[in-house]
């Protein structure tokens, strides 16, 4: 079962162009079930039954998997096994008739400006170090992209003159502007920081951690969490805490739904209506506090 898991990753690499990211989440996910399934003596995915894959679901149920987790990994499950039924590999598809279970989609909660002011403010710009993470939180809330696209943004991705920087999530492509805060934060870090932080290497990655390689994912999550308690902000605060306060921040102040799902890089309208509907309760919560 391992070399047809790494014959799919291979297809989604070469045929379907699916991100890194994605392909090490699909590894994940599949190497997860194949150790299960090989527990309960089943080495081969045309040994694979449906009442298996069932049995599977709920065991990660049992073990306390989330619901989103749990459906995740479903739809991995479903991807695999549909290849390997056109590959010819398996007669039947065994996961084609699972379903996932319903998630109930929670509004996140959203930073206010008052603390999105406290938090950008917080790197003093002393140094390289800190230069640096004040251009990636200011072009993280200016354009509310992903982390994933973040550290992976490449010199020749940003357009100082017009102010614009571009993204590519697989196949789409999106140009996205950003502001005059981003852009002199930007300035700053690319005329007296990034040299610093390459130690005289050279890299096409625009930002790096401290020894002049590639950001990681990782890396930033620690730096975001670190500014947040710093700001003396209450609760988890994550990359994806900027890229949900952009979008209900420009939701409130006029802007049009359907601009922001194209800035976010949303597939579904839908997704970027919460936002809406976290202003409408969060209005509404605070109008009975005035009460």
Known sequence: MLEDIESF??????????????????????LQMCMYLKEQGIERT????????????????????????????????????????????????????????????????????????????QPSGRNAKEVRDKAMLELLYATGIRVSELVHLEMADLDMSIGFITCRDGKRTR???FGKNAKKALAVYLEESRDTLLKGGDTSWLFTNCSGQPMSRQGFWKIIKFYGEKAGIQGDITPHSLRH?????????GADIR????????????TTQMYTACYIEKNAAGQEEDR
């Open 9 to 30: 990753i291979d297809y989604l690499k070469e045929i379907k162009k699916a991100s890194e990211n994605t392909r090490i989440s699909y590894r994940r996910d599949l």
């Open 46 to 121: 045309d040994k694979v039954t449906r009442t298996s894959l069932d049995l599977y679901l709920l065991y990660l149920e049992k073990e306390g998997k989330a619901t989103t987790t749990i459906s995740r990994m479903l739809a991995t499950m479903k991807a695999f096994f549909h290849y390997e039924a056109g590959a010819g590999i398996i007669k039947q598809d065994p996961a084609e008739l699972l379903k996932a279970p319903k998630i109930q989609k929670k509004i996140p909660r959203i930073l206010t400006v008052e603390e999105i002011d406290a938090l950008l403010a």
């Open 175 to 177: 140009m996205i502007p």
């Open 245 to 253: 306060a952009l979008a209900a921040h420009l939701l409130r102040n």
């Open 259 to 270: 601009a922001v799902q194209r800035i976010m890089g949303h597939s579904d309208p839908t």
